[in-house]
């Protein structure tokens, strides 16, 4: 709290547009011949005696003009002088916008409150208590310049902050920025009154002054630190993106890289990382890499056993080129070979193919589809009904969905996947998903402003990138097998979940999936895309609880995140549908027998979760890099 008494130097400021008389003003008013200096620091002399019957009016020394923060408090002593010195006195003040600063008196002391920023003017009279013929001072006034500052837990609303950017962007070409020139606290307020308002664990973010920060640290910093009952953190899903770089990714698939998904199997010496799959006409797939090579160095550096600071430093460059152009150096043994090769792999921008291998398998129980799906971008939707109208196509009695490396995307179309895969008889008309946003939301989406209602399983198309409202062609399956991995998320664990909740039967083959029952609307400020949770899902029954991931187990019902299947590590050694790669195995076996194919295969999904490595992706678990030796 700061305290202060006006001084010689801020009397002399007295102005008239301040509305304050002057000392010499205030004297000539008394119609007495004594001279007095007007000063807030000392009583002023007064005309006339003490024993004199005639009552004096007070005076109150004048105040010069402040300026304080928002949130700050001011204490201002008020001095007043009298002829009559045996006079005691009340003040008064008022504010002329309590909405800017509000003043409150306690005895001669003033109290000013900094509520927002702007100016108000204060007003301040005596009255002394010396009978019937009680005299009032005339009014002594005085500016207060209230600036912007942090009060804690006082928040703004957001449109007030939004757009205002410490380096505004240039609109050229046709395109057309919103930016206006700010600074940086006008970003990190826009993100602390937005976060306030939309985070879904709002009430869980320590409230910090946005003054104190870079934006990107900041918004680190407005999130949950708390803990899942497994001890994982609530919120591992806190990101940002530049806004064309995830424009370009979720409508158009396009991201800068080589081309290939590449895990790492393990971070610390000896590491070692795989090739998952390659995007076709890439730069890995036109170098020949594929599912299985092992990368052993990067320009030069151990990466299986490289030591020293330089060594990761270089490692992590090849494994996240920083710009298109970027080349790299590589040594990769090929799965099968005897011997390493090395390849320079150029960053490009390269376009995902979210849905792959699409194939039948012919089974003597029937013929049984599997796909490989990736992302729900925009460019799946078409990709996925001109799968399952393939398959459809083949009477497929039974299907192997591989979610083992989608770390998630659009809700809308994984509710259309939902559909395709049940089929009317089951979907149509029901729940896929009911959204829940915090405590202030529960009737209107903050974001959309529409009335909250539930997902309901689409059953035509929404126009992403297939023509909207075309009928969506079905499957009308009873059950489903599902590949899983750390890597699955988001919207895939909702496909999971919400069939769970019309009764279709989920298999799950793999290992537990990465636990996000939770959902953002990526919001962009100033050339940053923002990723905060804002809404968890549940299904048609109510369930959501899987922070900590869906896992095959043989018990079920103690926990509803258990699922019937068997518990299977990735498999590298094998191509994606081959009938003998471990977890598509797992899966046409649980489909003959009734049973795994391991006594312990559906015991230890949770423990195996590490034994799925790290998928290196731009979407979803994105940004993971090669831990430093010393950590």
Same mark, same amino acid.
């Given at each position: ?13 007295? *102005? ?20 007095? $200096? ?31 923060? @928002? ?8 001095l ?5 010195? /045996?006079?005691?006195?009340? !003040?008064?003040?008022?504010s ?7 003043? $409150? ?16 003017? =204060? ?12 005299? /009032?001072?005339?009014?002594?006034? &005085?500016?207060?310049?209230? $600036?912007? +500052? ?36 006008? /970003? ?6 937005? *976060? ?28 949950? &630190? ?39 199997? *393990?971070?610390r ?15 890995a ?11 052993? @160095?990067?320009? +030069? ?25 970027? *080349? ?13 090769r ?18 039948? #398998?012919?089974?003597d ?9 990736n992302?729900? !971008? ?7 009904i ?44 029901r ?19 529409? #009335? ?49 909740? =019309?009764?279709? @039967? ?37 369930f ?5 991931? &869906? ?24 191509? &994606?549908?081959?009938?003998? @790669? ?19 295969c ?11 490595? =790290?998928?290196?992706?731009?979407m ?11 950590h």
């Amino acid at each position: 709290m700061k305290q202060t008494a006006a001084t010689p130097n801020q009397a002399g400021r007295i *102005s008239a547009a301040g509305g304050t008389a002057h000392a010499g003003q205030l004297m000539a008013g008394l119609l007495c011949r004594c001279v007095a $200096t007007l000063t807030a620091a000392t009583l002023v002399a007064s005309c006339g005696g003490g024993g004199s019957d005639i009552n004096f009016q007070p005076l109150v020394g004048a105040i010069g003009d402040q300026t304080l923060g @928002e949130g700050e408090t001011l204490s201002i002593q008020a001095l007043v002088s009298d002829g009559n010195p /045996e006079d005691s006195h009340r !003040i008064t003040a008022s504010s002329s916008d309590a909405g800017v600063a509000s003043v $409150t008196v306690s005895g001669t002391m003033l109290t000013v409150n900094g509520v927002a920023p702007g100016t108000a003017t =204060i007003t301040v009279t005596a009255r002394d208590n010396s009978g019937e013929a009680n005299a /009032e001072s005339l009014p002594v006034r &005085f500016n207060v310049t209230v $600036t912007g +500052g942090w009060i804690e837990g006082h928040f703004e609303p957001a449109s007030q902050f939004k757009d205002f950017c410490a380096n505004p962007r240039t609109s050229s070409g046709g395109t057309v920025f919103p930016d206006m020139s700010g600074e940086v606290v006008d /970003e990190n307020n826009w993100l602390r009154s937005w *976060s306030n308002d939309t985070y879904l664990w709002y009430n869980e973010i320590v409230d910090r002054d946005p003054a104190l920060y870079a934006t990107p640290e900041y918004f680190d910093l407005l999130r949950t &630190f708390e803990r899942t009952p497994s001890g994982n953190d609530k919120d591992r899903f806190h990101f940002t993106y530049p806004t064309a770089e995830w424009e370009d990714l979720s409508q158009s698939g396009i991201s800068v890289g080589y081309g290939a998904r590449i895990v790492l199997l *393990s971070r610390r010496p000896p590491r070692e990382a795989a090739v998952a799959y390659v995007e076709p006409a890439s730069p890995a797939s036109q170098a020949g890499l594929a599912r299985g090579a092992r990368i052993l @160095e990067i320009d +030069g550096a151990d990466l299986v056993n490289g030591g020293t600071q330089a060594d990761v430093d270089t490692l992590n460059a090849g494994l996240f080129p920083a710009a298109e152009g970027e *080349s790299h150096e590589f040594v990769i043994l090929d799965l099968g070979a005897e011997e390493p090769r090395t390849v320079t792999l150029r960053a490009i921008e390269v376009t995902s193919d979210p849905v792959q291998h699409v194939q039948v #398998l012919d089974t003597d129980q029937g013929p049984v589809g599997y796909m490989l799906f990736n992302d729900f !971008i925009a460019t799946a939707e078409r990709e996925l009904i001109d799968a399952i109208n393939e398959l459809s196509a083949a009477g497929i009695t039974d299907l192997v969905l591989d979610l083992r490396y989608n770390g998630g995307g659009y809700l809308d179309i994984a509710s259309e996947l939902g559909f395709m895969i049940a089929g009317p008889s089951a979907a149509q008309g029901r729940t896929f998903e009911v959204i829940e946003f915090n405590d202030k939301h529960q009737q209107f989406d903050p974001v959309t402003g529409r #009335l909250l209602e539930p997902v309901p399983f689409h059953d035509t198309s929404l126009g992403f990138s297939a023509p909207a409202n075309e009928p969506l062609p079905s499957l009308n399956l009873a059950r489903v097998f599902v590949l899983t991995g750390a890597g699955t998320c988001s919207a895939s664990e909702s496909v999971m979940n919400s069939l769970r909740g =019309i009764d279709i @039967e989920v298999v799950q083959m793999g290992n537990a999936t990465c636990g996000k029952p939770y959902g953002f609307y990526p919001t962009g400020n100033c050339g940053t895309t923002y990723f905060t949770i804002q809404f968890r899902g549940v299904n048609a029954k109510g369930f959501g609880d899987y922070a900590d991931g &869906f896992f095959p187990s043989a018990t079920l019902g103690a926990d509803d995140a258990a699922l019937p299947g068997c518990a299977v590590a990735d498999d590298f050694d094998h191509g &994606f549908g081959d009938p003998n @790669e471990a977890r598509l195995a797992a899966a046409l076996h649980y489909r003959e027998q009734g049973a795994c194919p391991c006594a312990d295969c559906a015991t230890d999904a949770v423990a195996k979760r590490q034994a799925d490595g =790290i998928p290196l992706t731009p979407m979803g678990m994105h940004g993971l890099k090669i831990a430093s030796p010393r950590h």
